[in-house]
């Protein structure tokens, strides 16, 4: 069974900040694991996804988020937080299945507060 | 850009009743996918599909539960009879293939069970 865990529900940060939103990943297979971002009244919209082909991954609006399998961690950075970044993030993972679709199971979600 | 759209937006039912929610996928896609997220919980997997059947369900998919393609188009998800704990959103995705690649969602349905 596959897994992640999203470490803080809020997080608070100063706009011009680091943004530092952490997942960890339970896989017994390689894992495929993607960031989602929810806007109020919104669905789920891709930020990134990591399939294997480099550990780095950048995704839009600045953000980039660092495969680590040592870790198995898949944290989410954005080098300067924007009022706009406001929104809630979810992690997934996803594996192969033997229907040929990926099945994605949800992190809990982090809100992410930037203030002034 | 292609996008998934849901209809209707918000769904109000008496209990008890069948309700039908509609999502029209990205044209060249051919996974689908349904989710649901009831308030204050997580994002969770309903169901996938793939040429024209089910290719895997979650526990939550019980039998009041049934999906379909009626057309080229539509991709559809019913509750034969509603719940109260049925209440939530719910969300339709589809990808253009399956393994790594990334499911486009809509903005979801939601499904307030009265």
């Known amino acids: 069974a596959q897994s992640v865990t999203q470490l803080g529900s809020h997080v608070s940060v100063s706009e011009g900040a680091l943004v530092l939103l952490r997942c960890n990943y339970s896989?017994?297979?390689?894992?495929?694991l993607f960031w989602y971002v929810q806007y109020p009244n919104q669905g789920l919209q891709l930020l990134l996804k990591?399939?294997?082909?480099?550990?780095l991954v950048k995704g839009i609006n600045g953000f980039e988020a660092e495969f680590k399998k040592s870790e198995t961690s898949f944290h989410l950075t954005k080098p300067s937080a924007h009022m706009s970044d406001a929104a809630e993030y979810f992690c997934?993972?996803?594996?192969?299945?033997?229907?040929?679709?990926?099945?994605?199971?949800f992190g809990t979600g982090t809100q992410l507060k930037v203030e002034l | 850009e292609p996008e998934v759209t849901q209809t209707p937006s918000h769904q109000v039912t008496q209990m008890g009743q069948e309700v039908i929610l509609r999502c029209v996928p990205i044209?060249?896609?051919?996974?689908f996918y349904w989710y649901r997220q009831i308030l204050g919980q997580k994002v969770e997997f309903l169901v996938s599909?793939?040429?024209?059947?089910?290719?895997?369900k979650s526990e939550i998919f019980d039998d009041q539960f049934s999906v379909e393609r009626p057309d080229g188009s539509n991709f559809t998800l019913k509750i034969r009879s509603t719940k109260l704990e049925d209440s939530a959103m719910y969300f339709c995705?589809?990808?253009?293939?399956?393994?790594?690649?990334?499911?486009?969602f809509g903005d979801g349905t939601r499904l307030s069970i009265l």
């Open positions: 995705a589809s990808s253009e293939r399956g393994g790594n690649q990334p499911q486009h």
């Open positions: 896989s017994s297979v390689p894992p495929y």
């Open positions: 990591y399939t294997s082909a480099a550990t």
């Open positions: 997934a993972v996803s594996g192969y299945t033997t229907g040929g679709g990926n099945k994605l199971t």
């Open positions: 044209s060249n896609h051919l996974y």
């Open positions: 599909f793939y040429n024209n059947e089910i290719s895997e």
